[in-house]
């Protein structure tokens, strides 16, 4: 099974990466994180997102097309980076998410996604 492992947006991570001791220090923890997962098999690809004051948003109403320049409100909607990862089923994700290094500098949040396949649809 495939999932989406989003990380979820903080208000620190909203105000973009500086090179900190402390932000170094989780970027090798994180790195260490991910030889892990591609050593196990399971990683497909990772990345991080800049922040939401450098993304748009497209809104879609009928014809109609939008668009909305960040920064976008509720940081705690936002997502900071995800990884893709294949996975046996969704207690090896959440036992792998329990392994991973907080990837912020407090409180932060994992989400963890199926993605459809078009078998779902059969």
Known sequence: MRVM???????????GFFPTPETMA???????FND????AGILRTADGLTESSRGKRVAFNGSSRTVIDGPFAETKELVAGFWIWE?????????WVKRCPNPMPGPSEIEIRPIQDISDFA
């Open 5 to 15: 492992v989003l990380v979820k947006a903080t208000e620190d991570s909203e105000k």
């Open 26 to 32: 989780m970027m090798e923890a994180m790195g260490k």
């Open 36 to 39: 892990e997962l591609e050593q």
């Open 87 to 95: 996975v046996k089923d969704m207690d090896e994700a959440v036992a």
